[in-house]
């Protein structure tokens, strides 16, 4: 019996809703069929009682002049032909004397002149016996003994105060069976016809309702292993309980994939904050031994006596030197420089400086800057942003595509310089987009994954954000500087 | 049961008799012809029990074909006991009578023979007792002593005279030798008593019984007749003896006549009967005998 309860709603709801919509019919049918029968008995008790009196008041001249063929064609003459059966159609008619001996019957067959009453068998010996005792009987007396297929209705036969005999009426209730079944099936077929109505549309309901249901669960169910999907918004369109749960669980949706981006992002931040500081440890560690290195070949290379090939091998080591001190300074950026204010002819000199690159590839740039005469921002390092960012695009891109460069301050938030560089190329995958920011991470033949590192670095030390992302079919780098004190916001492009 | 018949007929007809009556009343107050004797007055004959006097539609073209027969106004007075058409007689409501043959002798002081029909040719009959189909046990009367009985009429001789004698020649007291007894005031519903299983014996006319047999063959196929008894004079046709020589002649010549016309051969089709003949009162000395027997006559 449990596995009905744990059936799935898209069952359950339509199965119950079916078996209660199919017993109330049967509870109301049966009720009216019920009541069908007592009317019916009523209706041939009724019937009986009137055709009772008229033969009764017919009957008692005959039965006091002993009369014996007139009474028997009046007991004859209620009674139909075979084919004319009805419930009210009287089934016998007897006419009992004084000594309850039958006087005449309208069927002689079974019903002999003369035979006392009481051998004629277990229904006659019953009404014999309730007739022998005198008793405040109400006329008619309808009797309907315990196991017969008969109901008798009795009724005296007096002529002034004397009580000439009794009238006795016999229905059969076999009769009653095939206008009492022909009612069941009418009430059958009516049932039928309801619940064929019935059915289908609780049917649509349950599963209406049912199927959102199940959807939500199936969800819920995926909860632990990943963020689900909202449900689909015409799904459930009505305001109900269900309704009010299924947006909340949208909501929640939301909500939680707007922790998991955070943690996300937090994560990242945490990351590169760490290799920060590893690198930046690590320079440091390494820029004070190699100041006294190139310091040390300095020296030796302004001697005198020494031999072309020593000198050669010291130019080697010097050159060595400076790439370490290349590579170390790119890893510690360092912005806490005095800079001067960010003008056009910054950009212009960006502009300027990404043409041999834009040329070679053959890109279309597509060059948006909207820029007043001065902005607060450090100069030197939004070059070398936009330098970073353009040359990344440019790389990215496809031989003869596109790249755009978008910067400006937005209307809502015009505390911030935003600068966004597009390009056409191949997009980014979840795993590229996770350690994009990293050192040495590109997955560009001859790049060095410095560049975006660098970037980033000056973002975040400008107290900034740097952001990645594929948008209608391109890589899009956004980056917002805040101009002045107040942080920009922080709401995602 | 007691309407005239006459009061059926079309219209045709009536008027027929009513011009016809007419001139005979204008002859007879002329006084030339036979007929205006009889003062053009109406015949009332009445039609008892004896033969299948519930044939309404036959009763009518009778009458009419008599009344234009007889150039009179006749009018069929039917009664469902002998004893009624007995007292009409007595009281002289009746000009003439087809009745039972008991009761013709009950009467002989008051009413002459006037014609016997013919029946298989001759003017007998016979009373058949008769038990239901599947009665196989009963061979005589003797076997339904413990039964009820169904007569037809205190004075009808084959359904009450014949078989108390009968009883009686068995040398038993007819009056307390069945069970009970009860009378069905038509030898048709006698057969209908033992048919139904009302009665377990019964007794009814031969000539009835045979023409039932034949005008509805379903009610007699489920009796039986066990015996016969012998023949007796067929119920006669009586005229009251206050009815005018001429109109008795008028009425016998007529009833005689009757196989002689195409109408007429129809009509006795119809009965069953093959004529009319004038009869004796000889015919009926066996049912006088048995009137003896019981001290009536």
Known sequence: MRWLFNLSFRHKIPLWTSFLISVSIFVVGAALMTRAYQDMKTAVVISAGNLAHTLANTLAPALLHDNVW?????????????????PVAVDAVV??????????????????????????????????????TPSEETWPLVLEPQDSGYLYLVLPITDKDAQLGHLVLRYAKSVFHPWFIDTIWQGLGIGLLVLAVLIPINWYWGSRMATPLVDLAQRMGMMLKSVPEPLPPDLYPYHDELGQLFAAYDRMVLALRDKAAL????????????????TAGIAHEINNPLAGLMTTVDTLKLRR???????????????????IRDTVAALLVQTKVQARPLNPHDLEDVHTLIQPQIGKRRIQLDWSAAMPAELPAPASLVRQILINLLLNAIQAAAEGGHVSLWLGRKAESASCLSIEVRNDGTLLGDEQLAHLFEPFASTRPGGHGLGLWVTYQIVTQLEGRITARNVDGQVEFVVNLPLGESPCSTASP | MSQPIESSLPN????????????????????LTRKSQAAGGKLRVGMTPAFLHDQHSMLGEWRAFMAASLQRPVEFVQRDSYRETMDLLRLE???????????????KDTVRLLAVPLYQGRPHYRSYLIVRKGDTRTRSIADLSDGVFAYADPYSNTGYLSPRYEIRQLGHDPAGFFRKTFFTWSHRKVVEAVASGLAQGGAVDSYIWDTLAYVEPALTARTRVVWRSPEYGFPPFVAHRSVASADFQLMQRHLLDTSRSEAGRRLLGLLHLD?????????????????????EA
Request: hydrophobic letters at 45%; proline letters at 5%.
């Open chain 2, 12 to 31: 045709r007809n009536r008027r027929r008799w009513l011009f016809d009556s007419g001139c005979l009343a204008a002859a007879g107050l002329i006084g």
């Open chain 1, 305 to 323: 006596n020494l031999d072309p090939r020593a000198l050669r091998q010291l130019e080697l080591i010097d050159r060595g030197l400076m790439q």
């Open chain 1, 95 to 132: 006419v009992l004397g004084r000594d309850r001996r039958i006087f005449v019957s309208s069927d002689p067959d079974t019903l002999p002149m003369l035979a006392d009453a009481a051998t004629l068998g277990p229904d006659w010996l019953q009404l014999s016996e309730r007739l022998a």
């Open chain 2, 93 to 107: 409501k009746l000009e003439f009578a087809w009745i039972c043959d008991y009761p013709y002798l009950h009467l």
């Open chain 1, 263 to 278: 943690e996300n992002e937090m994560v990242k931040s945490e990351r590169l904050a760490a290799i920060g500081q590893l």
């Open chain 1, 70 to 86: 007139r009474a028997f064609e009046i007991a004859r003459s209620p009674i139909r032909a075979e084919s004319a059966k009805t």
């Open chain 2, 275 to 295: 004529g009319f003949t004038i009869g004796s009162p000889a015919l009926y000395e066996g049912v006088a005998r048995m009137m003896r027997s019981f001290g």
